[in-house]
């Protein structure tokens, strides 16, 4: 899986960007991100405008799976 196809998953399965996750950014509160760095993709906590436990990834793909699992855990606990 790549980050568009990411990004297209997420929004089929209801995750709002800036709200329930963010791409290469950080969001107004507190979301988990994902972004990649020297080609290499790692996931993240944005908290308080930085980037928390960052977990690098060996390929894209296995960072996308991992963030689809983040994102459907965090969308479980503030949205009930």
Request: negative net charge; charged residues 30%; proline residues 0%.
């Amino acid at each position: 899986m790549t980050i568009v196809e990411l990004k297209k998953h997420l929004n089929k399965i209801g995750a709002i960007e800036g709200y329930h996750y963010v791409i290469d950014a950080l969001g107004d509160g507190d979301v988990h991100g994902i972004a990649s760095e020297n080609g290499k993709h790692y996931t993240y906590y944005s908290e308080r405008g930085n980037r928390h436990d960052k977990k690098y990834w060996s390929s894209e793909d296995e960072a996308c799976e991992k963030f689809i699992s983040l994102v459907t855990e965090y969308m479980k606990e503030i949205d009930s």
